[in-house]
């Protein structure tokens, strides 16, 4: 099994956000000074806008996004 790489990770987002929310406009991740490493998805649409999640290294945080991005679909699914 190879170990997956941060980009592996940023298409996997990019992926589950096209195939369910539509339009995306970026999945990112950077440092910042204060918080960590952050993790980005932009949408195209207003309804859902923005998701972020932080995590103590730049896989942690897209680790964090991708598991957020699954709950709100999971829970979008149930209604």
Do not use: P
Not at 26 to 50: C, R, Y
Not at 52 to 75: E, F, M, P, V
């Amino acid at each position: 099994m190879s170990d997956k790489t941060d980009s592996d990770r940023i298409e996997e987002i990019y992926k589950l956000c096209k195939g369910h929310f539509g339009e995306i406009r970026f999945v990112g991740v950077k440092l910042h000074s204060q918080i960590g490493w952050i993790a980005k998805a932009q949408f195209n649409t207003d309804q859902v806008g923005n998701l972020t999640a932080d995590g103590k290294t730049s896989s942690d945080a897209l680790r964090n996004l991708r598991n957020r991005i699954k709950k709100i679909i999971k829970r979008y699914n149930r209604v």
